[in-house]
């Protein structure tokens, strides 16, 4: 779906149904506020139970309005990552273009990349940037956009350099 239409749908529901959007969007934004909390302290395992929690809330919001954030594909690669002890969730608007999976172990991430290549899926490698990883916001307490400079750097990363990897549509494409 066009990512204009599920904006929409979104729209709709949240003027249908305020206060379960409300609770929904509160529960990702503490979820997106204790990442930032691992990553200041450079708390890899509870980053990675974050971004899980995150992916959960994004699962349940996706779920209440009717809107396909998780599609079937996302769905199937979720299920590899599972299997394999790996963090994932969707990324980009318009149903995720792509999936990032997250772990501090290299040989479950090893494990996932075989198991959803097996299943079709074209896998996009990511390297740490010099600069390091940023995480970018917008808060009515910072009056518009936040810059947060983390904790990893190339020289020093929060976790193995190996923690991200992707998976974007190949021979089933997601999200289209």
């Not at 590899?80 to 999976?101: F, H, L, M, N, S």
Request: proline letters at 3%.
């Amino acid at each position: 779906a066009r990512t204009e239409e599920l904006l929409a749908r979104m729209a709709a529901w949240r003027a249908r149904s305020p206060a379960s959007y409300g609770l929904l969007l509160r529960d990702l934004r503490l979820s997106s506020e204790a990442a930032i909390m691992a990553i200041e302290t450079g708390n890899a395992p509870a980053l990675l139970e974050t971004i899980a929690l995150y992916a959960e809330g994004l699962r349940k919001l996706g779920e209440a309005s009717s809107v396909d954030i998780f599609s079937l594909e996302h769905r199937a690669i979720g299920a590899c990552a599972a299997a394999c002890g790996v963090t994932y969730k969707p990324c980009g608007a318009g149903g995720g273009d792509i999936g990032i999976a997250l772990s501090n172990d290299p040989l479950r991430l090893r494990e996932f990349r075989l198991r959803v290549s097996r299943e079709g899926f074209r896998e996009i490698g990511l390297e740490l940037d010099a600069c390091g990883l940023r995480v970018n916001g917008y808060g009515e307490e910072h009056h518009g956009r936040i810059e947060h400079p983390a904790a990893a750097t190339a020289s020093q990363p929060l976790a193995h350099a190996g923690v991200l990897q992707t998976v974007g549509g190949g021979a089933r494409a997601m999200g289209a």
